[in-house]
């Protein structure tokens, strides 16, 4: 098995593209929320920041220069915050901070109140709430520098695992939709390929509802419109044939009379001969269109059981040949078709086994990738190569065959053939190796 990287069905196509798209949508959504989010938190760190470095500040500042370092112990009691007196600005392994987050710190720091002469005057700031560490050094106005080392929680992206939960859930519910909505949208689709296949095996199959969605419908009245077609296409076809089968009758008839007035006995037995040929075509002919006319409904019907009472029927028309016959198959096997005309059809295929090759025996292969096989076997002379196909053409017969006493007129195989086709299956003629003529006939199961 070949691994198929892009799905055959184009409902499965489409839901792929689409859930695709869907995985795109709601991963850049995610993406800009998630950027959106940590950028807020960022902000609203460094203004919580800027608030506490000042109060800090504040009260080192107004403390007596011998007092700050008192000071700074009472107030360093924070786990996140480090301050320290320092006669230098604070160093470290950290990238500056953003000049965004650097004029939003020291707006905020110049928001508490302090009397311009305590105002610090200088800033310098290192590190990003984003790396968890922030550097911040005031210089105070005698020149000494108030450090500061921060620990910021980084920002994360999600607010909690509800979120993330209810996100999923979202994601879930739109993919189910879509699924849907994909089968919905193909299963026209389905329909019209199931009626197609319908229509093959049987003309008079019931026409397609015509309703739904404008396109669906349109569709289905453009299919029940060439099903009218091919139906009245057949129809007038048949009619045409029984029409002219039916007008040859009286010159036929005409013509015996006449074929009696003939002197020479010899001569008057040869044409009334003739005649008497032309006359069993013309009725086979008249026959089939007959029954090509009938419309026989499709029922389910037992397959095995057919083929059974086929070759008991034949045992009985011809009791010489009624221990040659064989049936090899399941008991039962149940099959949907018109019963009258497939069981001419079988009969036609037997009948030939029986007056050509002397047997039949009759093989059912239960259904296999939605078809049936009847194998339909003789042990006879078979059938030139050359002629295989063209004893299916009307009136066709193997050299010989006429003066046989069989009396068939070369109908039976275009008859069966006919017939199986409009069943949706088919029949063919082979030589098996071991001698003899194999009809091998499928029908859909
Ligand atoms: N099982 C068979 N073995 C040998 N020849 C066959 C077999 N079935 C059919 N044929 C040949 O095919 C010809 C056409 O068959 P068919 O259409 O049934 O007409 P018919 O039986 O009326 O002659 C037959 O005349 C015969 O020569
Ligand atoms: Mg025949």
Redesign the pocket.
């Known amino acids: 098995m070949t691994l198929r990287l892009f799905p055959r069905s184009l409902a499965t196509r489409t839901a792929l593209v689409l859930l695709l798209g869907l995985a795109v949508v709601q991963i850049a959504g995610l993406t800009i929320h998630a950027f959106d989010r940590m950028d807020i938190q960022r902000l609203a760190q460094v203004r919580d920041l800027a608030v506490r470095l000042m109060l800090i500040y504040r009260n080192v500042s107004l403390a007596p220069p011998q007092q700050r370092e008192d000071v700074l112990r009472e107030l360093n009691r924070a786990h996140d915050l480090v301050a320290m007196l320092s006669p230098t600005p604070p160093t470290g392994e950290l990238p500056e901070t953003p000049p965004n987050l650097q004029r939003l710190l020291r707006v905020n720091l110049n928001l508490v109140p302090l009397s311009a002469p305590l105002r610090p005057r200088e800033f310098s700031m290192l590190g990003d709430p984003a790396w968890g560490t922030m550097l911040v050094g005031m210089q105070m106005p005698d020149g000494q520098w108030l450090n500061f080392h921060a620990e910021v929680e980084p920002p994360t992206p999600w607010h909690s695992p509800t979120f993330l939960t209810a996100f999923l859930l979202m994601t879930a519910t739109a993919a189910v939709l879509t699924i849907w909505a994909v089968r919905r949208l193909t299963a026209p689709v389905r329909t019209l390929a199931r009626a197609a296949d319908t229509l093959g095996r049987d003309v008079n199959a019931p026409p397609l509802p015509e309703d739904g969605p404008t396109e669906v419908a349109t569709a289905a009245a453009a299919f029940n419109t060439m099903a009218a077609r091919i139906r009245r296409f057949v129809q007038d076809r048949t009619e045409m044939l029984t029409a002219i089968g039916h007008d040859l009758r009286t010159p036929i008839t005409r013509l015996k009379l006449r074929a009696e007035f003939v002197e020479d006995d010899e001569l008057r037995r040869k044409m009334l001969s003739d005649l008497e040929e032309l006359e069993a075509m013309v009725s086979a002919t008249l026959a089939f269109g007959r029954d090509a006319t009938a419309t026989e409904p499709v029922s389910p019907i037992d397959l095995a059981e057919l083929l059974q009472t086929v070759l008991d029927e034949a045992g009985d028309a011809r009791p010489e040949a009624a221990d040659s016959l064989s049936y090899d198959g399941p008991p039962h096997l149940t099959i949907r078709a018109r019963p009258f005309a497939l069981k001419r059809a079988l009969a036609?295929l037997i009948?030939?086994?029986i007056?050509?090759?002397g047997s039949a025996t009759v093989r059912l292969v239960p259904p296999l990738a939605g078809t049936v096989g009847v194998a339909i076997e003789?042990s006879?002379?078979?059938?030139p190569p050359q002629?295989l196909e063209r004893?299916?053409e009307p009136f066709?017969?193997?050299e010989g065959?006429r003066n046989r006493e069989?009396g068939?007129?070369?109908?039976?195989?275009?008859i069966a053939r006919n017939i199986l086709r409009a069943h949706g299956g088919d029949v063919t003629?082979s030589n098996r190796p071991g001698g003899g003529?194999r009809?091998m006939v499928t029908l859909p199961s």
Not at 380 to 383: A, C, E, H, L, M
Not at 408 to 414: A, D, S, T, W
């Open positions: 036609n009948a030939n086994a007056s050509y090759g003789d006879g002379p078979g059938i002629e004893v299916f066709h017969r193997v065959s069989t068939g007129v070369g109908l039976g195989l275009p003629l003529a009809a």
